[in-house]
Structure formats: C-alpha cells, structure tokens
C-alpha cells in the first residue's frame, strides 16, 4: 500500500488504492477542515509535497475552484477530489499552500 504522511499534523499512515485524501484525513483525525466534500467550495486545498504521480489527474473541478479563488495550480490540490491510484509510493501533503 502507498504511504501518506500528513506533514502538519504529522500522522502517517497506509492508504488502500481508491481513498480519496479526504477520507483518508477523516478517518486518521487530521486537523485539515473540509466544507463541501464535492470540489465546490475550495476549503481542502493542500500542496502535494510529494508524490503527485501517485494521484489521479487533476478534475475539472479543481480547475474550475482554482481559477474561481484566482489560484495557480502548481502543486495544490483539492483533497476531497484527489484520489489515490498507486498500490504503492509515499505521498507528503501540507495543508499549506503557500
Ligand atoms: S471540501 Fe469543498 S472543495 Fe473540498
């Protein structure tokens, strides 16, 4: 299984393929806040620091929410729409963007 290490709360845990990192930052109590859970409203967004090719594409959805709050891709993603593909790798996520 791929490895997510949680960098601001410094939780690390196995994740099954198919999670989303949203369900993956509730079920460990991660401090990460969500709003919506659908990709609408922007509250999820965190920096892949690394791992990203284990992540699915980037969806419609985190385009259209980032180019609403006029922020650059980059490394950021949304975590309820980000899904992890990989069986294994690790994946680091800060909840800060910046
Ligand atoms: S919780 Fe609203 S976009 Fe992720």
Known sequence: MATLYLK???????????MTLRQVAMKVGA??????RV?????????VVQGMAFLN???SKES?????LDQTLEDNRLMCQTV???QEGEI???????
């Open 57 to 59: 594409q980037i969806t």
């Open 92 to 98: 680091v996520i800060s909840y800060t963007t910046l």
């Open 84 to 86: 992890v593909e990989s």
């Open 31 to 36: 401090s990460m806040e969500f709003g919506c």
């Open 8 to 18: 601001d709360d410094n939780i690390k845990v196995k994740v099954q393929p198919g």
């Open 64 to 68: 259209a929410v980032f180019k609403m």
């Open 39 to 47: 990709g609408d409203c922007g509250t999820c967004i965190a920096r």
